[in-house]
């Protein structure tokens, strides 16, 4: 028997806006604060988003209110900077098949499990800050991304939201950015 289609809609909005401050972290602040959704997706200005990335991932939240993060996997990937060398050092078989100059450096694969992941992040991240969707109160509730770290922001706000709700963070296994 196939499972019942989703019929309810999921509108998506996208607003672009330029931070007043310098830094990640006030920058993504200040993105929140023009946010008027309850759910609010993160990517970086030099990502490429997947199809249906943002659709899976909010049916995510909306069929488990336990999580209150979902991730996808990710491939990072650079273009050559010459016929000599590269940016970094590729993955000797992850040339993108079509496209020449363009190799992948290294995939992301997040654990689909919220406990793995309350787990595993004692240890480093391993949610791909770029490909999250989040409830953005429960974000702003913890104290959204903290200003004074200037590097690893995601981490420091993954370890404060998993104290106050643990298991609430998760990935979908689909490549969602690259």
């Known amino acids: 028997k196939p499972a019942p289609r989703d019929t309810k809609v999921i509108r998506i909005s996208i607003d672009i806006v330029a931070s007043e401050r310098n830094g990640i972290a006030s920058a993504l602040n200040y993105g929140l604060r023009f946010c008027s959704s309850d759910v609010v997706a993160r990517m970086d200005a030099d990502d490429v988003s997947c199809p249906h990335r943002l659709l899976s991932q909010v049916r995510a939240l909306r069929y488990r209110p336990d999580l209150n993060v979902v991730g996808t996997c990710s491939l990072l990937f650079c273009e050559q900077t010459n016929g000599k060398g590269k940016h970094v050092h590729a ?6 098949a079509e496209t020449p ?27 791909s800050h770029p490909s999250v969707v989040f409830r953005r109160k429960i974000i702003q509730q913890v104290g959204a991304y903290d200003e004074s770290i200037s590097r690893a922001e995601d981490y420091d706000l993954w370890n404060r939201l998993l104290q106050q709700h643990p298991h609430s963070i998760a990935s979908i296994p689909n490549i969602g950015i690259f």
């Open 91 to 96: 993955l000797p078989y992850t040339t993108v």
């Open 101 to 127: 100059g363009i190799d992948i450096l290294r995939s992301s694969v997040p654990s689909s499990d919220p406990g793995f992941v309350s787990w595993a992040i004692l240890f480093s991240c391993c949610v």
